[in-house]
């Protein structure tokens, strides 16, 4: 197994640091990676919403349907008129909700950080997390290899 030890910390199999690229940079790129990944969390719950969202509304059409059943004729239309299929903002369901952040908001944090990436560390991915590993493994024992190449 390699030890790693004599190499910079981040030089992890397939996350060497770029020649050039300082300790600062590596730092504010793993910020930026920190902040999208928070973005990709709130996505993730955007399309919870949106799932969440979808079966009420089919769930409240059941509901409709046995309030009719049970003889609520008036009740059932009341809430099918003004509820089933209503629009969660102006204009929109929450499909469109999603098709907009992922068009907009998202699409350009993704580009952001993948220009800065491109643009200061040769496209490298995770140098923070990678510098991280590295410091706080220890080194030669198992479960602590530093790339699955080290792994026996």
């Keep these: ?41 709130a996505r993730g719950h955007l399309y919870t919403f949106h799932q969440l969202t979808g079966e009420a509304d089919l769930a409240l059409g059941d509901a409709v349907e046995k309030l009719r059943a049970a003889g609520h004729a008036e009740v059932a239309d009341r809430i099918e008129t003004d509820l089933v299929g209503r ?33 200061l560390a040769g496209g490298a991915r995770h140098l923070f997390e990678a510098r991280m590993k590295q410091d706080r493994r220890t080194a030669g024992r198992p479960g602590h290899e530093a790339g699955p190449d080290d792994v026996r």
């Design 1 to 41: 197994m390699s030890d790693e030890t004599s190499r910079n910390p981040a030089d992890l199999p397939g996350r060497p640091v770029p020649d050039g690229v300082s300790d600062a940079t590596v730092e504010a790129l793993g910020a930026l990676s920190e902040a999208l990944e928070t973005t990709e969390r």
């Design 87 to 119: 629009n969660v903002v102006p204009g929109r369901w929450t499909f469109q909700l999603v098709e907009e952040y992922d068009d907009g908001y998202w699409s350009a944090f993704r580009e952001h950080e993948r220009a800065a990436r491109d643009g």
